[in-house]
T-cell receptor
Protein backbone atom coordinates (compact mmCIF):
# COMPACT_ATOMS: atom_id res chain seq x y z
CA UNK A 1 0.00 0.00 0.00
CA UNK A 2 0.83 3.73 0.03
CA UNK A 3 2.14 4.01 -3.51
CA UNK A 4 2.83 7.37 -5.12
CA UNK A 5 3.49 7.65 -8.84
CA UNK A 6 4.89 10.48 -10.94
CA UNK A 7 4.59 11.17 -14.62
CA UNK A 8 6.66 11.62 -16.63
CA UNK A 9 9.74 9.98 -15.17
CA UNK A 10 11.93 12.21 -17.30
CA UNK A 11 11.37 15.10 -19.68
CA UNK A 12 13.53 17.25 -21.90
CA UNK A 13 12.19 20.62 -22.97
CA UNK A 14 13.42 23.76 -24.65
CA UNK A 15 14.08 26.94 -22.78
CA UNK A 16 10.98 29.11 -22.52
CA UNK A 17 8.46 26.30 -22.67
CA UNK A 18 6.29 25.00 -19.83
CA UNK A 19 6.34 21.51 -18.39
CA UNK A 20 3.71 19.78 -16.27
CA UNK A 21 4.57 17.00 -13.82
CA UNK A 22 1.87 14.83 -12.26
CA UNK A 23 1.91 13.23 -8.83
CA UNK A 24 -0.69 10.61 -7.97
CA UNK A 25 -1.45 8.62 -4.86
CA UNK A 26 -2.56 5.24 -6.13
CA UNK A 27 -4.11 3.56 -3.13
CA UNK A 28 -4.84 6.28 -0.60
CA UNK A 29 -6.28 9.74 -0.46
CA UNK A 30 -3.56 12.34 -0.18
CA UNK A 31 -5.01 15.33 1.56
CA UNK A 32 -1.58 16.91 1.63
CA UNK A 33 1.09 16.74 -1.05
CA UNK A 34 4.60 18.08 -1.11
CA UNK A 35 6.95 19.01 -3.93
CA UNK A 36 10.70 18.77 -3.51
CA UNK A 37 13.62 19.61 -5.77
CA UNK A 38 17.00 17.90 -5.72
CA UNK A 39 20.07 19.18 -7.51
CA UNK A 40 22.97 16.81 -8.25
CA UNK A 41 24.90 15.73 -5.18
CA UNK A 42 22.57 17.76 -2.97
CA UNK A 43 19.71 16.86 -0.68
CA UNK A 44 16.02 17.39 -1.18
CA UNK A 45 14.67 20.88 -0.66
CA UNK A 46 10.97 21.42 -0.03
CA UNK A 47 9.45 23.74 -2.61
CA UNK A 48 5.81 23.86 -1.56
CA UNK A 49 3.04 22.16 0.36
CA UNK A 50 -0.45 21.82 -1.02
CA UNK A 51 -3.70 20.79 0.58
CA UNK A 52 -6.55 19.53 -1.56
CA UNK A 53 -8.89 22.33 -2.51
CA UNK A 54 -6.71 25.17 -1.30
CA UNK A 55 -3.72 27.17 -2.51
CA UNK A 56 -0.24 25.85 -2.10
CA UNK A 57 2.13 27.24 0.49
CA UNK A 58 5.52 28.00 -1.01
CA UNK A 59 8.85 27.92 0.79
CA UNK A 60 10.92 31.05 0.96
CA UNK A 61 12.73 31.74 -2.29
CA UNK A 62 10.42 29.63 -4.46
CA UNK A 63 8.56 31.66 -7.08
CA UNK A 64 4.90 30.75 -7.00
CA UNK A 65 4.26 32.24 -10.43
CA UNK A 66 6.98 30.10 -11.93
CA UNK A 67 6.12 26.85 -10.20
CA UNK A 68 2.37 26.46 -10.42
CA UNK A 69 0.89 23.80 -8.16
CA UNK A 70 -2.63 22.48 -8.49
CA UNK A 71 -3.96 19.94 -5.99
CA UNK A 72 -7.03 19.14 -8.05
CA UNK A 73 -8.27 16.07 -6.24
CA UNK A 74 -7.47 13.82 -3.31
CA UNK A 75 -5.25 11.70 -5.53
CA UNK A 76 -3.63 14.16 -7.92
CA UNK A 77 -1.31 17.12 -7.67
CA UNK A 78 0.44 18.79 -10.59
CA UNK A 79 3.52 20.97 -10.75
CA UNK A 80 3.89 23.17 -13.81
CA UNK A 81 7.27 24.76 -14.44
CA UNK A 82 6.47 27.81 -16.52
CA UNK A 83 8.94 29.40 -18.94
CA UNK A 84 11.55 26.86 -17.99
CA UNK A 85 15.23 27.79 -18.10
CA UNK A 86 18.35 25.61 -17.88
CA UNK A 87 18.77 26.46 -14.20
CA UNK A 88 15.40 24.75 -13.57
CA UNK A 89 16.94 21.45 -14.65
CA UNK A 90 16.67 19.24 -11.60
CA UNK A 91 15.11 16.14 -10.10
CA UNK A 92 11.59 16.88 -8.87
CA UNK A 93 10.06 14.54 -6.28
CA UNK A 94 6.60 14.63 -4.78
CA UNK A 95 5.34 13.07 -1.59
CA UNK A 96 1.91 12.60 -0.11
CA UNK A 97 0.26 12.05 3.23
CA UNK A 98 -3.26 11.22 4.29
CA UNK A 99 -3.61 13.80 7.04
CA UNK A 100 -7.28 13.03 7.66
CA UNK A 101 -6.34 9.60 8.91
CA UNK A 102 -3.54 11.00 10.98
CA UNK A 103 -1.00 9.13 8.90
CA UNK A 104 2.47 9.90 10.14
CA UNK A 105 4.55 9.04 7.12
CA UNK A 106 5.07 10.85 3.87
CA UNK A 107 5.24 8.52 0.90
CA UNK A 108 7.46 9.57 -1.96
CA UNK A 109 7.12 9.24 -5.70
CA UNK A 110 9.91 7.97 -7.96
CA UNK A 111 10.84 11.45 -9.15
CA UNK A 112 10.88 13.28 -12.46
CA UNK A 113 14.12 14.39 -14.06
CA UNK A 114 13.70 17.65 -15.93
CA UNK A 115 16.33 18.80 -18.39
CA UNK A 116 15.91 22.22 -19.98
CA UNK A 117 18.03 22.80 -23.07
CA UNK B 1 15.62 26.92 11.04
CA UNK B 2 16.28 23.19 11.21
CA UNK B 3 19.66 22.04 9.94
CA UNK B 4 20.49 18.39 9.46
CA UNK B 5 23.99 16.96 9.21
CA UNK B 6 24.87 13.41 8.28
CA UNK B 7 28.21 11.81 8.97
CA UNK B 8 30.03 10.27 7.22
CA UNK B 9 29.24 11.72 3.82
CA UNK B 10 30.46 8.55 2.16
CA UNK B 11 31.32 5.08 3.38
CA UNK B 12 32.75 2.00 1.68
CA UNK B 13 32.76 -1.29 3.54
CA UNK B 14 33.23 -4.97 2.71
CA UNK B 15 30.20 -7.18 2.69
CA UNK B 16 29.16 -8.51 6.08
CA UNK B 17 30.22 -5.56 8.18
CA UNK B 18 27.96 -3.92 10.69
CA UNK B 19 27.84 -0.16 10.29
CA UNK B 20 26.42 2.98 11.84
CA UNK B 21 25.21 6.08 10.05
CA UNK B 22 24.86 9.27 12.04
CA UNK B 23 22.37 12.11 11.79
CA UNK B 24 22.30 15.26 13.89
CA UNK B 25 19.75 18.04 13.85
CA UNK B 26 19.77 21.48 15.43
CA UNK B 27 16.13 21.88 16.51
CA UNK B 28 15.04 19.16 18.92
CA UNK B 29 11.37 20.16 18.70
CA UNK B 30 10.51 17.40 16.28
CA UNK B 31 7.40 15.31 15.76
CA UNK B 32 9.16 12.32 14.27
CA UNK B 33 12.19 11.37 12.20
CA UNK B 34 12.34 9.22 9.08
CA UNK B 35 15.22 7.38 7.51
CA UNK B 36 15.12 6.93 3.75
CA UNK B 37 17.09 5.13 1.13
CA UNK B 38 17.68 6.65 -2.31
CA UNK B 39 19.17 4.71 -5.20
CA UNK B 40 20.91 6.73 -7.95
CA UNK B 41 18.40 8.65 -10.05
CA UNK B 42 15.47 7.25 -8.10
CA UNK B 43 12.95 8.44 -5.55
CA UNK B 44 12.97 7.75 -1.84
CA UNK B 45 12.10 4.56 -0.05
CA UNK B 46 11.06 4.97 3.58
CA UNK B 47 13.02 2.64 5.84
CA UNK B 48 12.04 3.54 9.37
CA UNK B 49 10.00 6.18 11.15
CA UNK B 50 10.60 7.00 14.81
CA UNK B 51 8.11 9.03 16.76
CA UNK B 52 9.52 11.69 19.09
CA UNK B 53 8.40 9.63 22.09
CA UNK B 54 10.27 6.53 20.91
CA UNK B 55 13.90 5.60 21.44
CA UNK B 56 14.31 3.14 18.60
CA UNK B 57 12.69 1.24 15.76
CA UNK B 58 13.74 -1.98 14.10
CA UNK B 59 13.03 -3.47 10.72
CA UNK B 60 14.94 -6.57 9.71
CA UNK B 61 18.65 -5.76 9.67
CA UNK B 62 17.99 -2.08 10.28
CA UNK B 63 17.75 -0.39 13.64
CA UNK B 64 17.27 3.32 14.11
CA UNK B 65 17.66 5.12 17.41
CA UNK B 66 16.63 8.60 18.42
CA UNK B 67 17.96 10.86 21.14
CA UNK B 68 15.70 13.83 20.69
CA UNK B 69 17.14 15.96 23.47
CA UNK B 70 20.63 15.82 22.02
CA UNK B 71 19.41 16.11 18.44
CA UNK B 72 20.81 12.81 17.24
CA UNK B 73 19.68 9.71 15.41
CA UNK B 74 21.65 6.72 14.24
CA UNK B 75 20.87 4.06 11.67
CA UNK B 76 22.49 0.72 12.36
CA UNK B 77 22.79 -1.75 9.48
CA UNK B 78 23.70 -5.29 10.45
CA UNK B 79 25.52 -7.73 8.19
CA UNK B 80 25.70 -5.34 5.26
CA UNK B 81 25.11 -6.63 1.72
CA UNK B 82 25.98 -5.22 -1.72
CA UNK B 83 22.27 -4.55 -2.22
CA UNK B 84 22.43 -2.08 0.65
CA UNK B 85 24.54 0.24 -1.50
CA UNK B 86 22.62 3.51 -1.80
CA UNK B 87 22.39 6.97 -0.27
CA UNK B 88 20.76 7.08 3.14
CA UNK B 89 18.90 10.21 4.18
CA UNK B 90 17.50 11.22 7.52
CA UNK B 91 14.69 13.74 7.80
CA UNK B 92 13.23 15.08 11.01
CA UNK B 93 9.71 16.47 10.85
CA UNK B 94 9.02 19.66 12.77
CA UNK B 95 6.59 19.58 15.66
CA UNK B 96 4.40 22.13 13.89
CA UNK B 97 3.41 21.38 10.35
CA UNK B 98 4.50 18.72 7.93
CA UNK B 99 7.87 19.93 6.85
CA UNK B 100 10.64 17.37 6.54
CA UNK B 101 14.17 18.72 6.54
CA UNK B 102 16.65 16.47 4.79
CA UNK B 103 20.31 15.95 5.44
CA UNK B 104 22.75 15.63 2.54
CA UNK B 105 22.93 11.91 3.07
CA UNK B 106 25.51 9.19 3.51
CA UNK B 107 26.57 7.41 0.30
CA UNK B 108 27.14 3.78 1.19
CA UNK B 109 28.99 1.29 -0.97
CA UNK B 110 29.15 -2.32 0.16
CA UNK B 111 31.85 -4.26 -1.66
CA UNK B 112 31.25 -7.97 -2.44
Amino acid sequence: GAVVSQHPSWVICKSGTSVKIECRSLDFQATTMFWYRQFPKQSLMLMATSNEGSKATYEQGVEKDKFLINHASLTLSTLTVTSAHPEDSSFYICSARDTRRGAKEQYFGPGTRLTVT
Amino acid sequence: KQEVTQIPAALSVPEGENLVLNCSFTDSAIYNLQWFRQDPGKGLTSLLLIQSSQREQTSGRLNASLDKSSGRSTLYIAASQPGDSATYLCAPRGSSGDKLTFGTGTRLAVRP
